[in-house]
Every structure is written in C-alpha cells, then in structure tokens.
T-cell receptor
Framework: DAKTTQPTSMDCAEGRAANLPCNHSTISGNEYVYWYRQIHSQGPQYIIH???NNETNEMASLIITEDRKSSTLILPHATLRDTAVYYCIVNVQGQNFVFGPGTRLSALP | DVKVTQSSRYLVKRTGEKVFLECVQD?????MFWYRQDPGLGLRLIYFSYDVKMKEKGDIPEGYSVSREKKERFSLILESASTNQTSMYLC???????????FGSGTQLSVL
C-alpha cells in the first residue's frame, strides 16, 4: 500500500510560488517526510526532509501539519528549471526509499 | 556539492554479454546503491553496499552482482545480459544508511 498520496500533475506560473501537497495519513512517529525531484533524463535529486518541524533550505520549504498527516513542499519562486517529477516519501531512517509516481510539476512561462 | 558519476550515459549491448556499469562518488560516503527505473514501476533497489567489500541484496538482485573494492567506486555487473534488463540504471550514495541519497545522472542500457 502506498504510504503517500500526491496529485498526478500540477502547473505553476513562472516566478510564483509552487505548493506541492502530500498526504501521509498513516505516518508513524519515527517516519520522516522526504522530498526528491527528478528532472527529465536525470537521476532524482534530494530536496529536503523533516520529522515534525517545518524546514527550509536554499531549494525549498517543507511545511508539516501538526498532526503530521500531510505536508506541503514550497518552491518560493518557480522557474522553468523546476519542471520535474516531485516525489514525497515517508521513511524510517535506515530503510530503503520507496519512490511512488510523484507529482509532475510544469512551470509555465 | 556531492558528485556521483556514472561511466556511461547510454549503452547498447547484445544478449548474453557481460556488462559492467561503473559508479564513482567523491564525498567519502559509506553507502552506495544501485537502482533501476522502469516506466510504471518506479525505482527499484538492486543492491547496496555500506562498506568496502560489503554488499546486501535489494528487492531485485536476480541477474546482477556488484563489486566494491574501493570506498568511492561501486560497480554493477550483469553476468549475462538479457532483454528484460533494458532499463535506466541509477547509482546513488549516502552518508548514512538510507539517509538522503545523492544520485548520478543514470545509464540508459539497451540489451538487444
């Protein structure tokens, strides 16, 4: 059974924030939320991860709800280079990552 | 930045050939991984290694072997290539066991 649910695809306007949702209603207390993305014909790229608190780095922000049943990845100013498949993964550290189908984000000019 | 380099971007081989896919990382990571990616099936773990000369089977090890003689290098070997091994092969490294993974650009292997 899939641990996460993501929309199949999304569009965002270049220069605007892209908000990618992820539902993980069965997440357990020791599972982290990870985000990766895969640009066409390249390997996946790690973006960010978190446990309970919101996280921010140079690429994105991760907002996790208080009950931890959902999260949102925010790309603050989307560009055409952010067009990719975005994977939300919940994982206990030390276990293999399971990459689902993800969300195909298209940044539009 | 971590760099994971895969030796070939595209590779075409014949059925029955022995195939070597090479991967090198430059960040002194303990852990290295080989995945394959197929449309509709996502990424599947073939083998991983958490130390030199150590290896563990992933979810789909059949038909593959690996070699880790040096910390920075992890090789995937197809002993006798078959057409169902046509796929995108992705190497990754990680500072800890299944911590954030750093991937190479992939090798698209076609077995004819």
């Amino acid at each position: 059974d899939a641990k996460t649910t993501q929309p199949t695809s999304m569009d965002c306007a270049e220069g605007r924030a892209a908000n990618l949702p992820c539902n993980h209603s069965t997440i357990s207390g020791n599972e982290y939320v990870y985000w990766y993305r895969q640009i066409h014909s390249q390997g996946p790229q790690y973006i960010i991860h978190g446990l309970k608190n919101n996280e921010t780095n140079e690429m994105a922000s991760l907002i996790i709800t208080e009950d931890r049943k959902s999260s949102t990845l925010i790309l603050p100013h989307a560009t055409l280079r952010d067009t990719a498949v975005y994977y939300c993964i919940v994982n206990v550290q030390g276990q293999n990552f399971v990459f689902g189908p993800g969300t195909r984000l298209s940044a539009l000019p | 930045d971590v760099k994971v380099t895969q030796s070939s971007r595209y590779l075409v081989k014949r059925t029955g050939e022995k195939v070597f896919l090479e991967c090198v990382q430059d960040m002194d990571h303990e852990n290295m991984f080989w995945y394959r990616q197929d449309p509709g099936l996502g990424l599947r773990l073939i083998y991983f290694s958490y130390d030199v000369k150590m290896k563990e089977k992933g979810d789909i090890p059949e038909g593959y072997s690996v070699s880790r003689e040096k910390k920075e290098r992890f090789s995937l070997i197809l002993e006798s290539a078959s057409t169902n091994q046509t796929s995108m092969y992705l190497c990754a490294s990680s500072p800890g066991r299944f911590e954030k993974l750093f991937f190479g650009s992939g090798t698209q292997l076609s077995v004819l």
